[in-house]
């Protein structure tokens, strides 16, 4: 009788371990102990292979007795480890140390690979085990189980009857209790637990998503059977990626969590595995480092988990054939000031790594860790990352060294000199020389030597790449998405619909007196500054306050078993005291159960001048951390500001309440701190009180399928066109840029503040109109960022570094800014006169892409056709506007309708009008932006009538899509 669908299934897998990888097929007699089922022959066999004269000095004392006493002694440790530890640790008998299995070796010569050439992997089919059950294949490592397969096959039944069949198991034999991994599989989906007494603790483990074979003639899942099988990924796996957690007792209201096994999700390995070998191959070819990789993985994805792997993996990374390590020192740096808690945290589960990972707290320490002889993985603050290249260029010695830097959410990195210091290590050399321009020689050499570093390596990790991280690290190495993520169940749809409501409010502020009005703020300082405003209000606060315990009680509380909990971003601290006080006051008044918390980091209130931390407004204990605390299962709300809006993992967030206006990356990385699974998590709550919901749920859609960016090339010309442009205005020249570089290398900071002062008078004499001192100002600051962005790819001339240097210095100081005290002081008359709080709806998203019309499916929707005076016209009945901004609205719509950079974007994606529309729209919204600060009409940027949604903007960007789609269309 033939084999039905699953059996077959299981013999093409039997069959590929057997004849591919060389696996030995078991028979029942070889599995001598039924209890434990080990293979003993096999593990005695591979001692005396490996450890002949440790095994002969406990036959000594035991005779033929000696293999009896090692299994005496195994199986008295796993009474309380699991198998793999003592696999991974070796096994201590009567004083004497049996390593159970060998690691991959550094070389292909020596004792190392031929050691790891005995170790004997095997399998059997259909394990007999207690009750009669048989579970369909057990892989065994020198006679000990060491992974369990049920296998299904779907014109029967799916992963979800083999994950239900584990289940069912009697969790008491012990093949269910010393394996470190249980997969259950069918012919296209795989899901895998270190723990399989239960259904949930089974995750998916899948390649992409979708499992495609990659030889013909095999099944969707050849990558397991292929890869994760493989006895390369085994070892590695024993050797490096499983991680275990010791049991946590209950503690200052955290519950108590059991022990377990960390196995690596399928795109964590796929991607340390991936650059290890890219490392290693590069550095066998070339014998350098320097190359730059960008990993680009979804919120949730595990990623300080990854970069502890990738940490532990490149550190054992050795030159062939010998004992010397390619990388000399490793950094990890976190995006925070105060050390990440969750890089600390992970990086302590890899205990093998506990005497070379070190964390630098403070440049001290970090100086002595560099220079420390041993290599090392330092964990430091991206903060101090400039710090750290100067050491490793300002000394000889440690220049050779060959260092890698893991940097934690990279487009926080890539902003001003900071990134300045990541992009100089990757320059290419100039063929001619730079002339000399008084420099300290030897700070001249330590700079050039920095531009031709070949022994840097950068990995770059992040959740939401930005165009300035692309421009500068390229194509993602790896990318994990948020749709696979989702997909997969590892984390949730933050997403899918968002509760709106409309925050709306007057303010009212004195007439200013002239001085007030002469005095220039930043126009973003101005807005925020605002905002805050009316966000502190407390009127609001309270009614708004009353609108999230209510939704609370109703929405949030019951999810999670009753055990939720929520998060309130604020706009501001002071804004938060007011929120957490209030809070507090009303969950009293209630007699609630529960309790809230405030997240901050240490200021002085504005109103009180009083200096507030967070331990002692919560009343912490000394050291205790916040997080800890709302662990509690009576702490359900935490107020933030400016706090855990990103790498805050508590899965029991199930609520967040948004009183803050998040947007593109932040409002991404910000709802995402919902998205961590756990049982009984079906759904969260997202709760906007700033009308943004339409803009978030386009941030998620944005950023959801992958990088929304392709890297652009860096242009050299950018950099030179703003320096010509700036030399033509006839305000300064190059000799003013000279003289003040003569000024810094005396370093008299006297003698450039006169300068200074004398070039303010320079610069309003040949700018009397204010508007124009301002658009001036304005191209030097976009100048001296373009230089530092770009320096860091191309060598520019000494004039034009110098310029570059003297306007970051001198063009902040050419108009008088009003202080920051001067500003409060204006904010503190300024009150709301006039506010309330509407319902909007629930904003839904629009799920997954359509398929784009065409291909047989029927007519596309037609286009709308529009013109400049249709735009005017809604611009006119929505909007009161002067006729001058008429003509600069129509000016404006009428270039970029026009401009065949934008024309051609729109002919190429033409059949894809939901890039055009959603993701390009926000390229043309800038140009329209940027269009208006060429005419220094700069007063529109922060006027709501033109940058809210639907907005003027909105509709010129409306105006310029339907404008250029109709004139592809009738080319």
Known sequence: MPDGPEKQFQHHITDFLEKVHRYIPLQSSDITDSDRYFVEDHLISFIRATQKETFNKLAENYGSDAGDEIFRALKKELTHRPLWTVIRQGLMVRGLTFNLYFPEPRSS??????????????????????????????????????IVLELKHEKNQTVHDAVDQYAKRDHGDWIFRLPFLYIAADTSDVMVATDPSKAENFRWHNSGLENKAMTDGEYPVEFLYRDVLSKGSIIRALSFYLVYVPAREAENDRPALPAGTIFPRFHQSRMVENLYRDLETRYAENRTLGKKYLIHHSAGSGKTLSICWLADRIHSLYKPGSNEKIIDRIFILTDRKALDKNIREDMEKLVHLADVVDFAKNSDQLARLIRSGTARIIVSTQQKFKYILEKLAGDQALRQLKVAFLIDEAHRSQEGKTAAGVKVSFREPEVEDVESDGMDPEEEIAGIIRAHDRNQVFVAFTATPSKATLSLFGTPFDEYTEEEAIREGYILDVASNIISYRTLYNLHCPVLSKEDQEKVYPAGVVAKALKNVAYQDDGLIQYKAEVMLRIFDDQILPLIGGNAKAMIVATSRPAGLRYFEILTEKLLERKSPYKVLFAFSPFVHPETNKALSETGVNGLNPGEAIEDRFEGDNYRLMVVANKFQEGFDQPLLAGMFLDKAVVDRNAVQTVSRLNRCHGGKDKVVVVDFTNNAKKILKAFKKYRKGSPFEPEEPDAKDCTAQYDEIISKGVFDQAHADHFSELSAQGSDALIQSFAAELRGVFELRIPDPDERKSFVYLLARFVKSYYFLSGFFQYPDDVRRFAEFAEVIGPQLIKKGSESDLIKLMRKTRVVKANVTYVGTVKSSGPVKLKAGGGKGPGVPIKKVTVQDAIDAITEKFRISNEEALIIREVTE?????????????????????????????????????????????????????????????????????????????
Not at 113 to 139: A, M
Not at 958 to 965: A, D, N
């Open 895 to 971: 270039e970029k309708m026009k401009d065949e950079t934008i024309l051609n974007t729109i002919r190429i994606h033409k059949e894809d009008v939901v890039y055009i529309k959603d993701t390009y729209r926000e390229t043309i919204d800038r140009r329209i932006k940027e269009a208006y600060e060429k005419k220094n009409r700069f007063e529109a940027l922060w006027d709501p009538k033109y940058i809210d949604d639907g907005a003027i903007f909105d509709i010129m960007t409306f105006t310029v899509i339907e404008s250029g789609l109709q004139a592809v269309i009738a080319e």
């Open 109 to 146: 010569q020596g004792a190392a690979e031929r050691f790891y050439r005995e170790n004997r992997i095997s399998f059997r089919e259909e394990l007999v085990i207690k009750k009669g059950k048989r579970p369909d294949i057990v892989l065994f490592l020198n006679g000990l189980p060491v």
